[in-house]
């Protein structure tokens, strides 16, 4: 799945841990913006977007209907008000631009005669200077891939990713490692001076396994860190006044290391970067959640010394930044910064980007809305944190149909077939709304985007008995320990994506959550002694540990996203580019997917005298109202909008 999304949607699907709503915005202005020199100097505005997923116009796709949501045509309002006040200003993305809504998704998947992508148009139209690719943008087929970023006018950069000889032609010139931008800025005085800016970008590594069935052998990775390095000393050597760092990577806390995802805490230590914008992990610096590791200062707004901002996801926010540059013996030199979060959520959009917006936006709304089939029931995924979600549970059974038909006459046509899908749209970081809703009567293109928000492919995976087993450790990993006795206790972890905790339907199973984890987030075996899966069967009887199976799943996951024990390429036993989505459709049209007798594959054990809490969408106090679930019962609305529920383990 796609998609560190929280789960977003937008949500960046990748190793984006979150269970709870954001942190309030943050507009820091820090002690060090007080040290502006009296002597003459330049003020450079940064203006940055970074994790839009699609959020382009506010629009709710899904549910196909106006809303006041974020989006970059609010942000455009914004962008104008700084460059109408600021007499030197770039515009920069951090990546992830692609993915996430409808309107890019759609029109991503095809090209419609003469119709430009709306992504292109948007930020053609807005001028963006420099732009970072982040892992999403690999989402997309490569040959489409490449026909989309060559229209776009922006300096598209990425030091860590080359394109092999078996890429489409044209993908290699679409980005290049860093650039220099020669800008004619004026001082304080008045008086003009040339200015080199250096631009550089990386994205994790990890992109060459979360779509291993598009770029496997068409792209190399290289360490983000290592690649910045070596990026700031070219800039440097090349003759950059300046240096900027585009990092479609979080703050950690990790050492450097192999394989390390979000590094932002160590780029930000590179000698000779001057500012650094953060993304991928969807949340916001300066802000209230941080690693708590040396160097990172919000107060400041700085890493390591380094002016460093994160503008969050979705289009909620622009990051502003300021760096005030003097001259002296060594070149320019910031003197001083300050650092802005600026809130677009109430702002309006901006009608000249609407209306560039215009027809991409009325074809994609005629296609979501040609109906594709009938339910009797609702799917809504408001309690997809607990087993048997019927949105999951629609998906696997897709997935499995699919599968149980493509296998016939390959040389694993004798296993069984098994499906493994997660929760996809459950609130986090993307708000109380951010739930699948689908109410019964007709369904529509818009509703299967809903119900499968990554547009994944399909893949199966050849695993045995004792090798599920793990898997499903693994995605029990999402809930806390619970103690007997004690009420109300947290149900899931903060730091563990809901889109990481696989259901396999065609098993049953018990989940003890009295026991600890056995594994942590990043797949880290942390209690081996621990067993929270139980009673595992399949058919009826204990499932043996060397019975093989094929397991589908998307390729999110078969590419090793999740960080799953065995999740490996060698164990692919099919990779295609059919998308969930398609399967979906077929499925409705076939059928009523909301009505099933298939049974929810696990439950959790009972634990004497214990409750949990967890978050939910504030729909479910109608629908618990209509129909009550054993066990669960409200609690009562939060500042942030969500429905807190108890958990009772009965």
């Given at each position: 799945?796609r998609r560190s999304?929280?789960?977003?949607p937008?949500?960046?699907?990748?190793?984006?841990p979150?269970?709870?709503?954001?942190?309030?915005?943050?507009s820091?202005v820090?002690e060090?913006?007080?040290?502006?020199?009296?002597?003459?100097?330049?003020?450079?505005?940064?203006?940055?977007t970074?994790?839009?997923?699609?959020?382009?116009?506010?629009?709710?796709?899904?549910a196909?209907?106006?809303?006041h949501?974020p989006?970059?045509?609010?942000i455009?309002?914004?962008?104008?008000e700084?460059?109408?006040?600021?007499?030197?200003?770039l515009l920069l993305?951090?990546g992830d631009?692609?993915?996430?809504?409808?309107?890019t998704?759609?029109?991503?998947d095809?090209?419609p005669?003469g119709?430009?992508?709306?992504?292109?148009a948007?930020?053609?139209?807005?001028g963006?200077d420099a732009?970072?690719l982040?892992?999403?943008?690999f989402n997309?087929?490569?040959?489409?891939?490449?026909?989309?970023?060559g229209?776009?006018?922006?300096?598209?950069?990425?030091?860590?990713?080359?394109?092999t000889?078996?890429?489409?032609e044209?993908?290699?010139a679409?980005w290049?490692p860093?650039?220099?931008?020669e800008?004619?800025?004026?001082?304080?005085?008045?008086?003009?001076?040339?200015?080199?800016?250096?631009?550089?970008?990386?994205v994790?590594?990890q992109v060459?396994s979360w779509?291993?069935?598009?770029?496997a052998?068409?792209?190399?990775a290289?360490?983000?860190?290592?690649?910045?390095?070596?990026?700031?000393s070219?800039?440097?050597?090349?003759?950059a006044?300046?240096?900027?760092?585009l990092a479609?990577t979080?703050?950690?806390d990790?050492?450097?290391?192999?394989?390390l995802e979000?590094?932002g805490?160590?780029?930000?230590?590179?000698d000779?970067l001057?500012?650094l914008?953060?993304g991928?992990?969807?949340?916001?610096?300066?802000?209230?959640?941080?690693?708590?590791?040396p160097?990172?200062?919000a107060?400041t707004?700085?890493?390591?010394?380094?002016p460093?901002?994160?503008?969050?996801?979705?289009g909620?926010?622009?990051g502003r930044?300021d760096?005030?540059?003097?001259?002296?013996?060594r070149?320019?030199?910031v003197?001083?910064?300050?650092v802005e979060?600026?809130?677009?959520?109430?702002a309006?959009e901006?009608?000249?980007?609407?209306a560039?917006l215009?027809?991409?936006h009325d074809w994609?709304l005629e296609?979501?809305?040609?109906?594709v089939g009938?339910?009797?029931?609702?799917l809504h995924?408001?309690l997809?944190?607990?087993?048997g979600?019927?949105?999951?549970?629609v998906?696997?059974?897709?997935?499995a149909?699919?599968?149980?038909?493509?296998?016939?006459?390959?040389?694993?046509?004798?296993?069984?077939?098994l499906?493994a899908?997660?929760?996809?749209?459950?609130g986090g970081?993307?708000?109380?709304?951010?739930?699948?809703?689908?109410?019964?009567?007709?369904?529509a293109?818009?509703?299967i985007s809903d119900?499968?928000?990554?547009?994944n492919?399909v893949?199966?995976?050849?695993?045995n008995?004792?090798?599920?087993?793990?898997?499903?450790e693994?995605?029990a990993?999402?809930?806390?320990?619970?103690?007997?006795?004690?009420?109300?206790?947290?149900?899931?972890?903060?730091?563990?994506?809901?889109?990481?905790c696989d259901?396999?339907?065609g098993?049953?199973?018990?989940?003890?959550?009295?026991?600890?984890?056995?594994?942590?987030?990043?797949?880290?075996?942390i209690?081996?002694?621990?067993?929270?899966?139980?009673?595992?069967?399949?058919?009826?009887?204990?499932?043996?540990p060397?019975?093989?199976?094929a397991?589908a799943?998307?390729?999110y996951?078969a590419?090793?996203g999740?960080?799953f024990?065995y999740?490996?390429p060698?164990r692919?036993?099919?990779?295609?580019?059919?998308?969930i989505r398609?399967?979906?459709?077929?499925?409705?049209a076939?059928?009523?997917p909301?009505?099933s007798?298939t049974?929810?594959?696990a439950?959790?054990?009972?634990?004497?005298?214990?409750?949990?809490?967890?978050l939910?969408s504030?729909?479910m106090?109608?629908?618990?109202?209509?129909?009550?679930?054993k066990?669960?019962?409200?609690?009562?609305?939060?500042?942030?909008?969500?429905?807190?529920m108890?958990?009772r383990?009965e």
């Open positions: 799945m999304d929280d789960s977003l937008g949500i960046d699907e990748c190793s984006v979150a269970d709870h709503p954001q942190s309030a915005e943050v820091l820090p060090n913006a007080a040290k502006v020199p009296d002597g003459p100097h330049v003020t450079l505005s940064l203006l940055a970074t994790d839009l997923h699609g959020a382009l116009v506010s629009y709710d796709y899904f196909d209907q106006p809303g949501l989006a970059l045509s609010r455009a309002t914004l962008i104008h700084v460059r109408a006040t600021a007499d030197n200003t993305d951090n631009f692609l993915q996430g809504t409808p309107l998704d759609l029109v991503s095809r090209s005669d119709l430009t992508h709306p992504l292109v948007a930020m053609n139209t807005l963006y732009a970072a982040g892992n999403h943008e997309v087929d490569l040959e489409r891939l490449t026909e989309i970023l229209q776009i006018n922006a300096t598209l950069v990425c030091a860590n990713l080359e394109v000889g078996e890429a489409p044209g993908l290699a679409c290049q860093q650039c220099i931008l800008r004619q800025v004026v001082d304080s005085t008045g008086a003009r001076h040339g200015l080199r800016i250096g631009v550089f970008g990386v994790p590594p060459l779509d291993h069935s598009r770029v052998g068409k792209l190399t290289e360490e983000s860190l290592v690649a910045a390095r070596r990026a700031v070219d800039l440097r050597a090349a003759g006044d300046l240096v900027i760092g479609h979080g703050l950690g990790a050492p450097e290391q192999e394989g979000n590094a805490h160590l780029i930000a230590g590179i000779g001057d500012a914008v953060l991928h992990t969807h949340l916001r610096f300066p802000g209230t959640t941080h690693p708590a590791v160097g990172i200062c107060e707004a700085t890493v390591h010394g380094t460093t901002m994160q503008p969050g996801s979705g909620r926010l622009l930044m760096l005030c540059v003097v001259q002296d013996g070149g320019w030199q003197a001083a910064h300050s979060l600026m809130n677009a959520q109430e309006e901006d009608a000249a980007l609407s560039v215009r027809p991409a994609v296609a979501l809305r040609r109906p009938h339910i009797r029931k609702p995924s408001g997809a944190r607990l087993p979600c019927a949105t999951v549970r998906v696997a059974e897709a997935l149909g699919y599968v149980a038909e493509a296998r016939k006459g390959t040389d694993w046509a004798d296993l069984p077939v499906a899908a997660a929760p996809q749209k459950c970081r993307a708000g109380p709304q951010h739930f699948t809703d689908i109410s019964a009567g007709q369904v293109l818009n509703n119900l499968q928000f990554f547009p492919d893949s199966v995976l050849r695993l008995g004792a090798e599920l087993a793990e898997w499903l693994m995605s990993g999402l809930y806390e320990q619970i103690v007997p006795g004690q009420a109300d206790q947290p149900l899931c972890r903060t730091d563990f994506p809901v889109y990481n259901a396999i339907y098993l049953r199973y018990d989940i003890d959550l009295s026991q600890p984890a056995r594994y942590g987030p990043d797949g880290t075996l209690n081996p002694d621990a067993r929270r899966i139980g009673h595992l069967h399949w058919q009826g009887a204990p499932l043996r060397d019975q093989n199976f397991l799943v998307n390729n996951r590419g090793g999740g960080n024990p999740a490996t060698e692919i036993l099919l990779q295609e580019k059919t998308k398609d399967l979906l459709v077929q499925a409705f076939e059928g009523d909301s009505v007798e049974p929810p594959p439950r959790f054990a009972p634990i004497e005298g214990a409750t949990a809490v967890f939910s504030p729909d106090r109608e629908m618990l109202r209509g129909a009550p679930v066990g669960v019962e409200i609690l009562g609305e939060t500042p942030d909008g969500f429905l807190q108890r958990l383990f």
